[in-house]
């Protein structure tokens, strides 16, 4: 079905209490609806492929569940030590991790993950030390 928003305003530029709304229809037909507030819920789709900034080879290491990275209960991706959090990590952990409000059950995840991991590397790396 094709929406779109016709005008929100008079021919002068000043708003008045009305919103024009056009709805199409797959089958060509076409609806006009006067109403006074309109709520657009656009959404967003996750595409691994669309984050730019991530080599394509580092993308293409990423296991993902459709088009998201799939992650661990730490929020880790198939990649140690890659994290997602926000609307990335909607897919694997639920809706409300989309916005800020999942911060708060994330960050102390992550940073639990990751001081295991430090302390773990400074393990691994003393009896290395205690040879020289």
Same mark, same amino acid.
């Given at each position: ?7 929100? &305003? ?13 709805? %199409?229809?797959?089958? %060509?037909?076409?609806?006009?609806? =006067? ?17 730019? *900034?991530?080599?394509? $080879?580092? @993308? ?5 569940? &459709?088009?998201? #990275? ?7 991706? =198939?990649?140690? %030590?890659?994290?997602?959090?926000? #609307?990335? =990590?909607? #897919?694997?952990? %639920?809706?409300? *991790?989309?916005?800020?409000? &999942?911060?708060?059950? /994330?960050? #102390? ?7 295991? $991991?430090?302390? @773990?590397?400074?393990?691994?790396? !003393?009896?290395?030390? $205690? /040879? !020289?």
């Amino acid at each position: 079905m094709q929406q779109s928003l016709l005008r929100n &305003g008079d021919d002068r530029g000043e708003r008045n209490a009305s919103i024009e709304l056009r709805l %199409g229809s797959p089958d %060509g037909g076409e609806k006009m609806l =006067s109403v006074d507030h309109a709520i657009l819920c656009t959404g967003y789709r996750v595409d691994l492929a669309r984050v730019k *900034f991530l080599d394509e $080879a580092l @993308r293409g290491m990423i296991a993902t569940v &459709g088009t998201a #990275p799939a992650l661990s209960t730490q929020f880790e991706t =198939s990649v140690p %030590g890659l994290y997602f959090v926000g #609307p990335a =990590s909607a #897919p694997s952990f %639920g809706p409300m *991790f989309r916005f800020v409000y &999942g911060a708060e059950f /994330a960050a #102390p995840r992550i940073a639990a993950h990751l001081e295991r $991991a430090v302390a @773990r590397r400074t393990l691994s790396m !003393r009896p290395a030390l $205690a /040879a !020289r």
